[in-house]
């Protein structure tokens, strides 16, 4: 049974940190990309980063370049999403979400992750 579990989320003041993970089970992680998307209040849940096994990742938010980092240890079957400089407007919860193939989607379209965590919520705030 595939299972991605998202953790690492929590209230944050603006300027800082947090990162979170996402655990993979009844899978093989280093076959698939995955995907962070985020979701704030009243809006459409729309795609963050998206890394490829090997490690080569595209950010599909230009705004969060530079300040998010993606990674993935296939290992330990888990991939991170390190945020910093946080700011009120990347308050969301967050999700994990795993494609079919090894490959991450031009513009990160949701239909292509098929397997989804159930959120964390991240809060920027003073």
């Known amino acids: 049974q595939v299972q991605l579990v998202e953790s690492g989320g929590g209230l944050v003041q603006p300027g800082g940190s947090l990162t979170l993970s996402c655990a993979a089970s009844?899978?093989?992680?280093?076959?698939?990309?995955i995907g962070w998307f985020r979701q704030a209040p009243g809006k459409e849940r729309e795609a963050v980063s998206c890394?490829?096994?090997?490690?080569?990742?595209?950010f599909y938010v230009t705004d969060v370049k530079g300040r998010f980092t993606i990674s993935r240890d296939n290992a330990k079957n888990t991939v991170y999403l390190q945020m910093n400089s946080l700011k009120a407007e990347d308050t969301a919860v967050y999700y994990c979400?795993?494609?079919?193939?090894?490959?991450?989607?031009?513009?990160?379209?949701?239909?292509?992750?098929?397997?989804w965590g159930q959120g964390t919520q991240v809060t920027v705030s003073s």
């Open positions: 890394i490829v096994p090997w490690g080569n990742s595209i």
């Open positions: 009844g899978f093989t992680l280093a076959n698939n990309a």
């Open positions: 979400a795993r494609t079919e193939t090894s490959g991450c989607p031009g513009s990160g379209q949701t239909s292509a992750f098929r397997y």
